[in-house]
């Protein structure tokens, strides 16, 4: 193809580790149609190949800056190495591919045992679609692949939504072992590629300091994979969701691994907290793990609001010695914001709440400082001294 020409400063981005050349910093495109590339400075300097995606704002993500041919065998080497990374996970659900942490952008390849749920983001990503199929196949021998592009992201790459199979079979409901407990993912349906896989860790994290014999609360409880890990040490657990389909195969997960200490509940999160608020109720455990309240920047002093006002009133109702694990996956809600929106709900609270941890999304989803953009999970774990 072509080459697609950019700016000094498009061409600085590279340099400075970040995969991304936008728009504005595009010189010349003289073919527009999306595909790998080569890319050069206005002279024809060349800098690397990468996806170009001519109808969005990131025009180029940087694949390579060899000029290897970017074939099956390509996509086969990258992919297994980012798999090698991940040896030793204690669950049969992870991510293999976290697309620019991984240094291949726009990708995200997810394991659910011998089946694989992949998505491609980009419409550069898109023409290389038979090859990343042929490197999955190759590196990671799957039962099936499925291709979640249902992702809002892909409309501004002028993608449409679909869910397809690409190879094999891969069924509707798919039982993952994690840390010795079992859950129901839904690939074709789930939320992401078919469960949070990003927060395993701090699953495990929470259940690590649940307290033993204590009453546990888990807000946003979705399929309830924080409250199975918190139910084995709590007496009992109140897991909440707004979503009768959600705590329907909440309930069925705990079925599934004989947890019987599990009360489902369907209320909005905000008003049973005040509820409880009122009541004082106590908790010892409290899981808050709501979806994103910015979901974008216009938004985001509402979601701040939103945010302050639950961690504030979990901080009230938690007991003396107790612990919460509060998280956020909005992306423009920075760590330093989060940081400082906790803090600000603490002095409220007029509770003395003690930092234990901040943690981010699993080790499999890595983030890399010099793309914030593969960042977006905090989580932070604190504690109200007896
Ligand atoms: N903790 C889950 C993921 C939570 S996803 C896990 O680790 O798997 C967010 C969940 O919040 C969804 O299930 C959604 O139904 C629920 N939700 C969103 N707004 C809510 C509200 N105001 N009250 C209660 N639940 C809400």
């Known amino acids: 193809m072509t080459a697609v020409k950019v700016t000094a400063r498009g061409a600085e981005r590279w340099k400075q580790g970040h995969p991304w050349i936008y728009r504005s ?5 003289p073919d527009k149609t999306p595909g790998i590339v080569p890319v050069t400075d206005r002279k024809g300097k060349f800098f690397g190949q990468a996806l170009y995606s001519p109808k969005s704002e990131i025009r180029l993500r940087l694949l390579t800056r060899g000029k290897e041919p970017i074939d099956a065998t390509w996509w086969t080497e990258r992919i297994a190495a980012a798999a090698q990374r991940r040896n030793g996970i204690g ?19 997810d394991r659910y045992g011998p089946w694989i749920v992949a998505q491609l983001l980009s419409a550069g990503l898109e023409t290389a679609r038979a090859d990343v199929v042929a490197g999955i196949t190759a590196a990671l021998a799957p039962d099936g692949i499925l ?17 397809v199979l690409a190879f094999g079979q891969v069924p509707e409901v798919v039982e993952v072992v994690e840390d010795g407990l079992k859950y129901l993912a839904a690939p074709w349906s789930g ?25 546990a609360l888990d807000l946003f409880t979705y399929h309830g994979s924080f409250a199975l890990h918190v139910a084995r040490k709590a ?12 705590l329907s195969r909440g309930g069925e997960n705990a079925q599934l691994n004989g947890i019987t200490n599990i009360e489902w509940r369907e209320a909005n999160a905000f008003d049973l907290l005040r509820e409880l608020e009122r009541r004082r109720e106590q908790f010892d455990t409290i899981v808050l793990d709501p979806p994103a309240f910015a979901k974008t920047k ?9 945010y302050k006002e639950i961690n504030l009133r979990a901080m009230k109702i938690l007991a003396p010695g107790g612990v919460l694990f509060t998280s956020s996956c909005s992306y ?55």
């Open 25 to 29: 910093d595009v010189a010349d495109e």
């Open 91 to 109: 669950a049969s659900a992870w991510r293999v591919v976290h697309a620019e942490g991984d240094g291949l952008p726009s990708l995200i390849i």
């Open 147 to 163: 291709f979640r592009n249902d992702a809002g992201v892909r409309r501004h790459e002028g993608l449409p939504a679909e869910v």
């Open 191 to 215: 939320q992401k590629t078919g469960a949070f896989l990003d927060q395993r860790e701090n699953r495990l994290l929470v259940g690590q300091h649940t307290r033993a014999g204590g009453r």
């Open 235 to 246: 007496k009992t657990v109140l897991a909440v969701d707004q979503s009768t389909e959600a």
């Open 298 to 306: 216009a938004n985001l002093e509402r979601a701040l609001g939103g």
């Open 332 to 386: 423009h809600v920075s760590r330093d914001l989060f940081h400082a929106l906790l803090a600000d709900a603490a002095r409220d609270s007029g509770r003395r709440m003690q930092f234990l941890a901040a943690t981010g999304a699993a080790s499999d989803h890595p983030e890399l400082l010099n793309v914030p953009e593969t960042g977006y999970l905090k989580g932070v774990l604190l504690t109200a001294p007896a």
